[in-house]
């Protein structure tokens, strides 16, 4: 499977965003999905996940109420609502899928596709 990562932009403080993660390929209704977010200088940090089927979802602690994914398997597409926007969610955003995982994980090794990633900046 392909993934194709949009989305991302410039925005204020507060503000919101939605980022998309398009994907290639009949079966992806199948793969866990992932979001996860690198800044300059810094290790990558996982966001947010959520199941094949959608019925599973986990955002991390630092973006928990702000943040919430969601996908729409018949549009092949994983979506990263972003509200309430921090400076320091400044990062490149990636999404990465999982044919193995039976729902969702926090661990970056355990996604085998990876898109290009998209920039997220958040100004004070």
């Known amino acids: 499977v392909q993934l194709q990562a949009s989305g991302g932009g410039l925005v204020q403080a507060g503000g919101s965003l939605r980022l998309s993660c398009a994907a290639s390929?009949?079966?992806?209704?199948?793969?866990?999905v992932g979001w996860f977010r690198q800044a300059p200088g810094k290790e990558r940090e996982f966001v947010a996940a959520?199941?094949?089927?959608?019925?599973?979802?986990y955002s991390a602690d630092s973006v928990k109420g702000r943040f919430t994914v969601s996908r729409d398997n018949a549009k092949n597409t994983v979506y990263l609502q972003m509200i309430s926007l921090k400076p320091e969610d400044t990062a490149v955003y990636y999404c990465?899928?999982?044919?193995?995982?039976?729902?969702?994980?926090?661990?970056?090794?355990?996604?085998?596709?990876w898109g290009q990633g998209t920039q997220v900046t958040v100004s004070s």
């Open positions: 390929g009949r079966t992806f209704s199948s793969y866990a």
């Open positions: 959520i199941s094949w089927s959608g019925g599973s979802t």
């Open positions: 990465a899928a999982s044919l193995i995982l039976s729902s969702w994980s926090p661990n970056w090794d355990e996604y085998d596709y």
